[in-house]
């Protein structure tokens, strides 16, 4: 089955600094890569996905990246405000046809610092 | 329109009793998902319905977990008998399949097993 492997497991930014969490998967059948945000005791919450037929999407201050090649993908948090603290996490999965559930990474807790 | 609602938001049991969650996914989404969140880690995957089919189990601890979607609506996740390293967040999340890709959380159920 898929694997990902998530790093930093902490990030400390000054805010208004920029944020990267990268992430490395396995299976590569595997063509839709979202990342989740969760708010301490809240639910995990969708804030921007990728998937295999495109290199990098942007949204405002976030954006990922996509490596197909080498099976990689990256969170990027440019100007980053003290409500962008919390645990973000990677995922992968096949979507379409045979579609399965998302795997996880173990999460990254980014802290900003006033 | 409505979230994904779980219930109850937090459990203590006794080690070898029995517990059971309820999760009722968003109106219409046909595709329903337990998993299971340790503490500082990501969510795990336990159980994934395509309507009342239980169509990826592989991960569902069946000696103790077992879990239903009667009329492809609601499900309950139960554990029986639970035991100490069973204390997690259970979530429940639902998407409507396919290549649509994006999972919607419920606020989870914390189970702590004394």
């Known amino acids: 089955g898929e694997n990902v492997e998530q790093h930093p497991s902490t990030l400390s930014v000054q805010e208004g600094d920029s944020a990267v969490i990268k992430c490395t998967y396995s299976?590569?059948?595997?063509?839709?890569f979202p990342w989740y945000k969760q708010e301490l005791g809240k639910r995990p919450q969708l804030i921007i996905d990728i998937r295999s037929n495109v290199g990098e999407k942007k949204d405002q201050r976030i954006a990922v990246t996509l490596n197909k090649t080498a099976k990689h993908f990256s969170l990027h948090i440019t100007e980053t405000q003290p409500e962008d603290s919390a645990v973000y996490f990677c995922?992968?999965?096949?979507?379409?046809?045979?579609?399965?559930?998302?795997?996880f990474g173990k999460g990254t807790h980014l802290i900003i610092q006033p | 329109e409505a979230g994904v609602v779980q219930s109850p938001r937090y459990k203590i049991i006794e080690k070898k009793q029995p517990v059971a969650f309820w999760c009722n996914p968003i109106s219409g989404h046909n595709t329903l998902y337990w998993y299971l969140q340790n503490l500082g880690q990501g969510p795990e995957l336990l159980i994934r319905y395509e309507n009342e089919e239980a169509v990826d189990d592989s991960q569902l601890p069946k000696d103790r977990f077992s879990a239903e979607r009667l009329k492809g609506v609601d499900s309950t996740l139960k554990i029986q008998p639970a035991e100490l390293g069973d204390s997690a967040v259970y979530l429940c999340?639902?998407?409507?399949?396919?290549?649509?890709?994006?999972?919607?959380f419920g606020e989870g159920s914390r189970l702590t097993v004394l």
């Open positions: 299976d590569s059948a595997s063509n839709y």
């Open positions: 999340a639902s998407s409507r399949g396919g290549a649509t890709g994006e999972l919607f």
């Open positions: 995922a992968a999965s096949r979507r379409g046809g045979g579609a399965d559930g998302l795997t």
